[in-house]
């Protein structure tokens, strides 16, 4: 995937005789870093519309499957007061987070059926080459831990690393959640969507396990909160 180099300019002009070039000169600065960060803003959009086409054109799973997560993913990293550089991240992992199944064989990937064993493995190799895309684009190299690791389980037993407890990322940690709660209550070649209530007693279930307890409690009292409200999700 080939990046195109970008050049950052600012510039200013003396207003008045007396005005210091040091002044001038910090003006100028600080509006080539603006006009820097609107660029790189412009090319990461750029890039992550150009990796959501790709696995569009391989996978089953929808951009409403990608969309959906990350609202999840953010309501859920904002209750949790997290920084607004971490809920930035969070947005971009969730719309990424299967970006390395684009490596994986479509007669695998759109398997109406569970995967056998060996199949399994390949399947398992997604987080990992997900992580090789992104941290080859420099813009999108923050997000490349959390694509890792999004498929880490509380209890050591998930997959690439086998971390365990807080040595996953609390983002991938976030996106974990939603990641299952999205699939469990959407339509699948091989089985029926379980209704939300569902999902969430299993996720209940499996709180201290494959999610972290205080993450999978946090999730879902906000899910239960916002269907008193109506507001829903």
Known sequence: MGLKPSIGLGYATKSSLGQKDSDLIKTAENRMYRHKMNNAQSSRSALVLSLQRALAEKSYETEEHARHMQKLSVSLAKRLNL???????????????????????????????PLNAAEWKIMKQHCESGYRILISCPELREVAEGVLAHHERWDGTGYPQGLRGAEIPIIARIVSLADAYDAMISQRPYRSPMTPKEALAEIKTYSGTQFDPNLAAEFIAMMEEADKLGAGY
Not at 91 to 110: F, R
């Open 83 to 113: 920084t607004e550089s971490q809920v930035n991240t969070i947005s971009l992992v969730a719309l990424l987070h299967d970006i390395g199944k684009v490596s994986i064989p479509e007669d695998i990937l759109n398997k109406p059926g």
